[in-house]
């Protein structure tokens, strides 16, 4: 778990190369990026990574959006 002096707030972190947010929706917006936008001016990160219920993989900038089955799988198998 990590915040912001502003309040921003990441999820999890990973060792020094891995910020995870997880979100409640199968849609994410930019508003759901805050967080991962924020530590990333802080820190240059591996992979920023936002975990949702959405049916596919996608990117948005240098942040991966991640169905929450595909990122459980890529972490079990040491990819991240």
């Known amino acids: 778990y990590w915040r912001s002096s502003n ?35 802080e820190h240059s990160w591996k992979h920023l990574i936002l975990v949702c219920d959405s049916a596919r993989s996608q990117r948005i900038g240098e942040i991966e959006i991640r169905p929450w089955n595909q990122f459980l799988s890529d972490l079990w198998a040491e990819k991240l």
């Open 7 to 41: 309040n921003f707030e990441v999820d999890f972190i990973i060792g020094n190369e891995v910020a995870v947010e997880v979100k409640a929706t199968e849609k994410p917006n930019t508003g759901d990026l805050r967080g991962l936008r924020a530590i990333a001016e």
